[in-house]
C-alpha cells in the first residue's frame, strides 16, 4: 500500500511565504515524476510544478519565479517552496508521483488547503 501525505498548508498574508512538504511511504521500488497540483472552489484541478527523477523541473507560467519544487530521493520526499504568495493561489494543494510498487502506478495525496488572505 503506497500513501502520499502532504504537510504544510495553512493561513498567510498575501506576499507570505509557506513550503509544503509530501511524503511517499510503502512498498517502493523506485519513483518517477513527482508533482504538486492545485484546485481552487469551482475550479479544475491544475498542474502547478513538477520535478522529474533526474531533477528536470517544470513550472506553471503563474507561479514561475515565486514557487520552487525539490525532492529529496533518499527520503521519497517532494517539496514546494512558495514565496510572494497571492490571493489567487489559494486552493487545495495535491501531491502526485508516479511510483513504482509492482507496476507504475500513479498516485494522489489527500490534499492540503493554502489560503492567502488578509
Known amino acids: 500500500q503506497v500513501q502520499l501525505v502532504e504537510s504544510g498548508g495553512g493561513l498567510v498574508q498575501p506576499g507570505g511565504s509557506l513550503s509544503l512538504s509530501c511524503a511517499a511511504s510503502?512498498?517502493?521500488?523506485?519513483?518517477?515524476?513527482m508533482a504538486w497540483y492545485q484546485q481552487a472552489p469551482g475550479k479544475q484541478r491544475e498542474l502547478v510544478a513538477s520535478?522529474?527523477?533526474?531533477?528536470?523541473?517544470n513550472y506553471a507560467d503563474s507561479v514561475k519565479g515565486r514557487f520552487t519544487i525539490s525532492r529529496d530521493n533518499t527520503k521519497n520526499m517532494v517539496y514546494l517552496q512558495m514565496n510572494s504568495l497571492k490571493p489567487e493561489d489559494t486552493a487545495v494543494y495535491y501531491c502526485?508521483?508516479?511510483?513504482?510498487?509492482?507496476?507504475?502506478?500513479?498516485?494522489w495525496g489527500q490534499g492540503t488547503q493554502v489560503t492567502v488572505s488578509s
Open positions: 502526485n508521483a508516479d511510483i513504482a510498487v509492482r507496476g507504475l502506478r500513479n498516485y
Open positions: 520535478i522529474s527523477s533526474s531533477g528536470w523541473k
Open positions: 510503502g512498498s517502493i521500488v523506485s519513483i518517477g515524476t
